[in-house]
C-alpha cells in the first residue's frame, strides 16, 4: 500500500456529492501539498469555538490542581475524564466589554476584543477565527463552520443592537458571520456540493466509490471507513427524525399537536437533540478535514431558551442565571456535557500516535463569568493538545497578572494552527504558559 499513491484530499463521490475520508494509515490523505511524495500523514491542527451565554453558578466554576489529580467545579464535572487534556484559564478579560451595556457590549467583541458600535450602528471587529478561516479555510472544502441552536435577536438593549449578543463569530468587522441553524443544511455543506434541500442520502450516494476504495486500503483502514460511514449514517437518520416530538426550542408548545405540517428541513423540537446534532457535524467535519474551524454557538447571550428535557421550564435561561439554584447548575451541566461529547468522540478517533482530540483545540468561554454580567474575568477552558503543542491538566490563574487579555490567548492559539501575528485586538503579547 505505501507504493500507491492517492492525492492530498481523497473523496468518495456520487451524483452531487464528495465526502472527504478521515486520517488513514496506508492513505496520505494530509500531507503537505508541496512535500514530496514520500512524505509521511500528518493530520492537521483544528480548532472549535463552543459559546454559552450568561456565565456560570457563582460558586461552581473553578479547577485546582493538576494532571490527574485536578480538581474540578460541580459546574466543570463532565470534563472530569479528560483532566489531563484539560486547561482551565481564570482572569482573563475583555477591556472593551466594560464598556457600553450588560450583554450585547460583553458578547458582540468576546473573539475579537475590538470596541462595538452604539446607536444602531453595527461594527466589532474581524473575530481569531475567522482570521484562521481566511488563512488555512483555502486548504479545506469549508474554510469554517459556524453553527447556532438558537436564532438571533433582532432586537436593541440600552442603545446596542442585540445582534452582539446572538454572534461570536464575525467575518469583517460590520459583518457577523451567519449561524447555520438548521443541522440538515449544515451536513449538506459538509458533503454535497451544491447545498439544497435535496431528500437523497448522502451516503447512498457513494456508496459504490466505498466499496471500490475499500479494497485499496489496509484492514484496520477498512474497519475505520465501516466506522465512518456508520456514523455517517447515523447523523442523516437522526436528522430526518428531528422535529417529530412536541417540544420546540426548549420550550412546550400550548397545543399537543401541531396545527401546521412540519417543514422537511426544519430545526429540531428538543433543544438537546438540536445541540447533540450540532455536536455531531462538529465532529464529522473535523474527522474528514472538510473544514479545520467550526464556530458552535449553543445559544445567545440574553437566552431565552428552556430546557423542559431537565425539568426546568419554569424559567428561561436568562433569568435563571440570575440565580445560583441548583436548576441553574444543571443547566451549566447541560451545556458542558456538550463539550465533553466532542471531546469524547474526538478522542475516539486515531490518527496515528495521536487522537483527533490530541489534534484539535477546543475552547469553551461565556460572555461573563456569571449571570450577574461579572465580565472582569472570563470562564475559560480549553480541551485537546493542539498538534502535540498544548499541554492540558493545568490550572493557570492570570487574574493578578499585568497580561490577562483575552486577545493574549487568541495569539497563543493562533500560534498553534500556524497564523503568527504582530498582534491581535488589543493584545502584543502572548500567554507565556499557554
Request: aromatic share 8%; charged share 25%; hydrophobic share 35%.
Amino acid at each position: 500500500m505505501q507504493n500507491h499513491q492517492f492525492s492530498r484530499r481523497v473523496f468518495l463521490r456520487g451524483l452531487g456529492v464528495s465526502m472527504a475520508l478521515p486520517w488513514m494509515e496506508s492513505v496520505r490523505v494530509w500531507g503537505d501539498e508541496s512535500a514530496p511524495a514520500v512524505a509521511s500523514s500528518t493530520a492537521p491542527v483544528r480548532l472549535a469555538v463552543l459559546f454559552s451565554g450568561n456565565g456560570f453558578h457563582s460558586r461552581e466554576w473553578w479547577a485546582k490542581g493538576s494532571g490527574k489529580d485536578m480538581e474540578l467545579g460541580k459546574v466543570l464535572s463532565p470534563l472530569h475524564d479528560f483532566r489531563e487534556k484539560l486547561l482551565f484559564i481564570r482572569g482573563l478579560y475583555n477591556a472593551e466589554a466594560l464598556k457600553g451595556n450588560i450583554h450585547s457590549s460583553q458578547t458582540g467583541n468576546l473573539l475579537s476584543g475590538a470596541p462595538l458600535a452604539s446607536g444602531g450602528e453595527i461594527r466589532s471587529g474581524t473575530s481569531f477565527d475567522q482570521l484562521l478561516a481566511q488563512k488555512h479555510g483555502r486548504s479545506t472544502k469549508v474554510p469554517s463552520l459556524v453553527l447556532g441552536c438558537e436564532t438571533a435577536n433582532p432586537g436593541v438593549h440600552k442603545n446596542y443592537s442585540m445582534l452582539y449578543s446572538s454572534h461570536i463569530s464575525w467575518s469583517s468587522p460590520t459583518t457577523p458571520t451567519p449561524l447555520e441553524l438548521y443541522p440538515a443544511l449544515a451536513f449538506d455543506r459538509l458533503f454535497k456540493d451544491e447545498v439544497d434541500r435535496g431528500d437523497k442520502s448522502v451516503l447512498d450516494a457513494v456508496l459504490a466509490d466505498a466499496r471500490d476504495f475499500r479494497k485499496k486500503v489496509s484492514n484496520s483502514d477498512q474497519r475505520k471507513l465501516d466506522e465512518y460511514l456508520d456514523s455517517v449514517r447515523e447523523v442523516e437518520q437522526r436528522i430526518d427524525q428531528a422535529g417529530q416530538r412536541g417540544e420546540v426550542q426548549g420550550w412546550r408548545p400550548a397545543l399537543d399537536k401541531p396545527n401546521v405540517p412540519r417543514p422537511p428541513d426544519g430545526i429540531p423540537q428538543n433543544i438537546a437533540d438540536h445541540m447533540r446534532l450540532m455536536c455531531d457535524i462538529l465532529v464529522l467535519g473535523f474527522q474528514t478535514d472538510t473544514t479545520r474551524i467550526t464556530t458552535l454557538k449553543l445559544n445567545n447571550d440574553h437566552s431565552s431558551l428552556r430546557f423542559p428535557h431537565l425539568g426546568v421550564d419554569y424559567m428561561i435561561h436568562h433569568l435563571l442565571s440570575h440565580t445560583d439554584t441548583a436548576d441553574w447548575l444543571k443547566v451549566n451541566q447541560f451545556f458542558i456535557e456538550q463539550l465533553a461529547y466532542i471531546a469524547r468522540k474526538l478522542d475516539a478517533i486515531q490518527e496515528g500516535e495521536r487522537t483527533a482530540l490530541d489534534n484539535t483545540m477546543l475552547l469553551y468561554c461565556s460572555s461573563m463569568l456569571t449571570g450577574n454580567h461579572e465580565a472582569n474575568q472570563l470562564p475559560v477552558v480549553v480541551v485537546g493538545g493542539g498538534g502535540g503543542k498544548l499541554q492540558g491538566g493545568r490550572a493557570l490563574d492570570y487574574l493578578d497578572k499585568p497580561n490577562r487579555k483575552m486577545c493574549s490567548l487568541f495569539l497563543s492559539l493562533l500560534d498553534k494552527a500556524g497564523l503568527h501575528l504582530d498582534e491581535f485586538g488589543d493584545s502584543q503579547e502572548r500567554l507565556a504558559e499557554v
